[in-house]
């Protein structure tokens, strides 16, 4: 399914082959963002690279960025996980919350993180992990059109580079460093500020502003609603951090369409 830009100039990648039209019911979409938005402003958690409940049975308040979205994916609220209730288990019986017909788990598969495929006999629970499955069922979302068909509730992948040029994750897929969740999307503003400084937004290139909700490292808590998607617009040379210009797959979970109970 040929992929345009505003200017008609036809544009390849990530998952041209299986691009996603899908729409997901909003209550189903709501659902889903309200588990995701339950993890923002706690303390009891901290960022902790590797060290979480997807790697460890035992007792740890470590979270990362893929956990994170990987737990949202599952069905799992912060009240829901071992993180407030203690109860800590292996990862091999982690299951979807079946209070959520829509919730599934990752950690049931396995691929590769690498960007050559080796060693695929990993569980999915790393971000490149998650994008690589993810865009092999089909469900990729066309992102280089200014994020026009960005929805709320869509999986958002950066891959960045050092600031020397090189890649932060030369050997992943798709040189993938960091994941995150869109919560909201609106028409774009007159002007945006960052670092202090006010600029422009170009409407043209980006009629819309979409928050994202992620994990990081950067301050606690960990879960915050620190930037857009669109961020860094103002200079698309800069490509050492998260932002519009470092944004490298999108891709639409299958949330679901109506269920009997809300029709």
């Avoid at 580079?161 to 994750?169: H, I, P, Q």
Wanted: glycine share 8%; proline share 6%.
């Amino acid at each position: 399914m040929p992929i345009y830009d505003i200017s008609g100039n036809e544009l390849v990648q990530a998952g041209d082959n299986g691009i996603t039209t899908k729409r997901n019911n909003a209550a189903l979409v709501e659902e889903f963002l309200t588990v995701a938005r339950s993890y923002l402003g706690k303390t009891s958690i901290t960022y902790s690279d590797g060290n979480t409940v997807f790697y460890t049975g035992s007792s740890t308040n470590g979270i990362d960025c893929s956990t994170y979205v990987g737990l949202c994916l599952m069905g799992y609220a912060f009240e829901d996980t071992p993180y407030y209730t203690g109860q800590y288990h292996s990862v091999d019986s982690w299951v979807e919350n079946p209070a959520h017909n829509w919730a599934v788990n990752p950690l049931r598969y396995k691929g590769s993180r690498y960007i050559d495929g080796h060693n695929p006999d990993e569980k999915v629970r790393l971000a490149c992990q998650i994008a690589r499955w993810m865009i092999e069922r089909g469900q990729s979302v066309p992102f280089a059109n200014g994020f026009r068909d960005v929805e709320p509730g869509d999986i958002v992948w950066w891959g960045r580079k050092t600031s020397g040029g090189e890649w932060y994750r030369p050997d992943w897929y798709l040189h993938i460093n960091h994941i995150g969740i869109v919560l909201s999307k609106e028409s774009a503003p007159d002007a945006y500020t960052e670092d202090g400084v006010t600029y422009t937004w170009d409407k043209d290139k980006y009629p819309y502003k979409h928050q994202i909700i992620e994990v990081t490292a950067l301050t606690p808590p960990p879960c915050v609603m620190r930037y857009w998607l669109e961020r860094g617009q103002e200079d698309p040379t800069k490509v050492d951090v998260n932002n519009a210009n470092t944004v490298v797959a999108i891709c639409r979970p299958d949330l679901g369409a109506l269920r009997a109970e809300l029709t």
